[in-house]
């Protein structure tokens, strides 16, 4: 360890447009330099930066690791000692813009450390289970920038939220360290009294026609607009408390068998639906407790649905978090991955086996299929299996709370395995 016990990591210099230190692996002249115009520096959005300069806000971009153990230190203040370079991918279009860029911001002495042993490169991607439309392909991107620069075997560490990382890089023999990490475990603040009273979970209290499920689908992704589709064609969407989006996505080159074209035109032609809110907003921390009360099961459509990837969001720990009943359209295996982190689901009620089904359509369908099941329950039924299912329940809300509080105890931002502090650990020494 250093002299002070502490891991450093080092930041590249201060940036007088942000204000802050500029973010690691990005370009000191706002890539001019690299490719013959200025741009907005990839690893961070827009968004974050207007958000800096418009309210004269200090943004540290750069480290995640804010807790007792790490210590940031500018690059050029270094020295001989060893340290973390941590890159934090807050962009999803970090990778398709970096292409041919690659590491060749990063400073120079960065480069020769990481060369010498004294340095290891961590890029932190965790907020999104995909950068291309083929999960995994970053992975090989990151090898070739890694190769690209002459750096060691083993000397990039990636951080992923594609919780297949580890199986995705030892496939295809990449030289890099790759963890998968559930980011979101730890994201969103329960209500005070849920998290004061473990056995607390929500009551099912419908008070409508729309008592079946929960479904939130703000962001136009194809398969939650499949999803709103199937369940249009089934009938189930007054059923449900449901939010939508159908703009900009089209279904023509599917085959009529996968989907009802003109049902699916007339319910386009009435735009947009929402809940409680307008669909401007990203609502990831914020919690509505009626809407849960007044639904059976949680109809979750998560990020992305791709084969090579497993991801979970803020979308799945809301329900779990609270004691909620599941279903989940999310990417294959998702509950067999729920399950290999000590969650529990539902096979004695709902038919699980669309879980492993590989075609997203196909998986779709099973799932509106379950959902459909229930439909001419009496509340009183229903009620009566949520009553069954309340140990369960109860043991995921528990499990949620334990490791949410462990990974926020980590430290700040990102939570981190162990085993990943410890190899940081036998790295410095």
């Known amino acids: 360890m250093t002299k002070n016990d502490k891991i450093l990591c080092s930041v590249e210099p201060w940036d007088s447009i942000l204000r802050t230190n500029r973010p690691n692996g990005t370009s000191r002249t706002w890539y001019y330099e690299e490719t013959g115009h200025p741009q907005f520096l990839f690893t961070i959005t827009e968004d974050i930066i207007r958000h800096c300069l418009e309210n004269n806000q200090f943004v540290d971009c750069n480290i995640f690791a804010c807790g007792d153990e790490f210590e940031k230190v500018e690059i050029h203040e270094i020295g001989d000692r060893k340290h973390l370079y941590i890159i934090r991918v807050a962009s999803h279009s970090f990778f398709r813009k970096n292409l041919n860029v690659g590491f060749s911001p990063i400073s120079p002495k960065v480069l020769v450390d990481v060369k010498e042993g004294k340095c290891r490169i961590i890029i932190e991607m965790t907020t999104e289970g995909q950068y291309f439309e083929t999960p995994g392909t970053e992975f090989a991107v990151i090898e070739r920038w890694r190769i690209k620069e002459g750096l060691p075997p083993y000397s990039v560490t990636v951080m992923s939220g594609n919780l297949l990382a580890r199986d995705i890089v030892e496939k295809n023999d990449y030289k890099l360290r790759a963890y998968g990490v559930s980011t979101f475990e730890?994201?969103?603040?329960?209500?005070?009294?849920?998290?004061?009273?473990?056995?607390?979970?929500?009551?099912?209290?419908?008070?409508?026609?729309?008592?079946?499920f929960l479904s939130y689908n703000r962001n136009v992704r194809f398969h939650r607009v499949y999803l709103v589709a199937k369940l249009n064609e089934s009938q189930l969407?007054?059923?449900?408390?449901?939010?939508?989006?159908?703009?900009?996505?089209?279904?023509?080159?599917?085959?009529?068998?996968?989907?009802?074209?003109?049902?699916?035109?007339?319910?386009k032609r009435g735009g947009s639906r929402f809940v409680d809110s307008d669909l401007k907003n990203n609502l990831a921390q914020s919690i509505n407790i009626s809407h849960y009360e007044t639904t059976f099961l949680?109809?979750?459509?998560?990020?992305?649905?791709?084969?090579?990837?497993?991801?979970?969001?803020?979308?799945?720990?809301?329900?779990?978090?609270?004691?909620?009943?599941?279903?989940?359209?999310?990417?294959?295996?998702?509950?067999?991955?729920?399950?290999?982190?000590?969650?529990k689901t539902f096979d004695k009620w709902i038919d699980e086996s669309y879980d492993s089904i590989s075609d997203p359509y196909l998986r779709t369908q099973a799932i509106v299929d379950e959902v459909n099941k229930f439909r001419e329950y009496s509340n009183d039924k229903l009620k009566g299996i949520r009553e069954e299912m309340k140990e369960i329940l109860i043991h995921n809300k528990k499990h949620y709370i334990k490791q949410a509080v462990i990974k926020a105890g980590n430290h700040l931002h990102l939570p981190i395995a162990q085993e990943v502090k410890e190899e940081w650990k036998d790295l410095l020494q």
């Open 186 to 212: 730890g994201f969103f603040v329960m209500p005070q009294d849920y998290i004061d009273t473990p056995e607390k979970i929500v009551e099912f209290k419908p008070n409508d026609k729309k008592n079946l």
């Open 237 to 267: 969407l007054h059923r449900g408390k449901i939010s939508y989006q159908l703009g900009g996505t089209t279904f023509e080159k599917l085959s009529p068998k996968l989907y009802n074209k003109t049902k699916f035109d007339i319910l």
């Open 298 to 343: 949680s109809l979750v459509s998560e990020t992305t649905a791709s084969v090579n990837s497993i991801f979970f969001s803020e979308k799945i720990f809301k329900p779990i978090g609270l004691g909620h009943p599941f279903i989940i359209l999310g990417n294959p295996n998702s509950l067999a991955k729920l399950k290999e982190m000590g969650y």
